[in-house]
């Protein structure tokens, strides 16, 4: 495809469950972000891969979230324990290195933990 | 740290109505100033950018300048129609940084 998908699109949770949530960028794309977005806000950044390595996990709110991108292509996000507070739109985001002040964005994935 | 504050919607036009969306922003440095669009059901997009002082991003007959003066970089468009109806997100990227710190968004409706 052309564009960045993710998937589930939608992850409903009990509280306590662990979620994985992935990201397929664009080809070729080297730089891939993750950010959180709550209802009515606007996305956090949460974590910051260029190619494999993780360079920048600043954002992660605790150790209950962990992300990774093991060939430099796929990602995936992973809640373990969810928490209420943990329910928003997950947003994943590439670019390349030499456009890398545009980053394109995929539909997110709307968790729900209840 | 760096944050960006944009001005509270819902912002309600009428079609042909000039459009302002405030927005100012803390940061160090010499940061790249962005606005996103979301329209109903799809992605974040990006509408336009500026990379320095007094640059001036435009697309799709919106505009906005980097005003390093005022720390601002309002989005304007002169005729709005109904298909603008979105969610626009002001964001920065810091000088050395790679990731983006946005706003919390403004809701735009416009009416036929």
């Known amino acids: 495809g052309a564009g960045v998908s993710q998937s589930p699109r939608y992850k409903v949770a009990k509280r306590g469950q662990d979620v994985a949530l992935r990201c397929d960028p664009i080809s070729g794309h080297v730089s891939l972000f993750w950010y959180q977005q709550a209802l009515g806000q606007g996305p956090e950044f949460l974590t910051y891969?260029?190619?494999?390595?993780?360079?920048?996990k600043s954002g992660l709110p605790s150790d209950r979230f962990f992300a990774e991108r093991p060939e430099g292509s796929v990602s995936t996000l992973k809640i373990q324990r969810t928490q209420q507070e943990d329910s928003a739109v997950y947003l994943c985001?590439?670019?390349?290195?030499?456009?890398?002040?545009?980053?394109?964005f995929g539909p997110g994935t709307r968790l729900t933990v209840l | 740290g760096n944050s960006v504050t944009q001005m509270e919607g819902p912002v309600t036009l009428s079609e042909e109505a000039f459009l302002t969306i405030n927005c100012t922003y803390t940061?160090?440095?010499?940061?790249?100033l962005f606005w996103y669009v979301q329209y109903p059901g799809e992605g974040l997009q990006l509408l336009l950018k500026a990379t320095k002082a007094d640059d001036k991003g435009s697309n799709k007959g919106f505009e906005a300048t980097y005003r390093k003066e005022t720390t601002s970089f309002h989005l304007e468009k002169g005729s709005v129609q109904v298909s603008d109806s979105a969610v626009y997100f002001c964001a920065l990227r810091g000088e050395y940084g790679n990731k983006l710190v946005f706003g919390a968004g403004t809701i735009l409706r416009v009416k036929s």
């Open positions: 940061a160090t440095g010499y940061p790249s």
């Open positions: 985001a590439s670019s390349t290195i030499d456009r890398w002040n545009e980053q394109f």
């Open positions: 891969f260029q190619n494999e390595a993780q360079l920048d």
